[in-house]
């Protein structure tokens, strides 16, 4: 079984940024920081920013939109 570390990883070379969302509903993954720091710790250059996605009562919050900045 693929570690989650490297799901995100493969995700993040396949579409450039991955959300804590994305990581759910996608893999499964409810720990994305975790995975995000094991990643760092390899020396995997990611960075991240707060963006703005709607509530389900409409109102906007903030969440983590990693980005890879460039491979090994």
Same mark, same amino acid.
């Given at each position: 079984m693929e570690t989650q570390a490297k799901q995100v990883l493969e995700h993040l070379r396949r579409y450039d940024h991955i959300t804590s969302m994305e990581a759910i509903e996608k893999y499964g993954i409810t720990r994305l920081a975790a995975c995000i720091y094991d990643? /760092? /710790?390899?020396?995997?250059? *990611? &960075? !991240? #920013?707060? *963006? %703005? $996605?709607? +509530?389900? %009562?409409? !109102?906007? +919050? =903030? $969440? &983590? /939109? =990693?980005?890879?900045?460039? #491979?090994?």
């Open positions: 990643l /760092k /710790k390899l020396g995997h250059e *990611i &960075a !991240k #920013e707060f *963006i %703005s $996605v709607p +509530t389900r %009562s409409g !109102k906007n +919050t =903030y $969440v &983590a /939109k =990693y980005n890879l900045q460039s #491979e090994n």
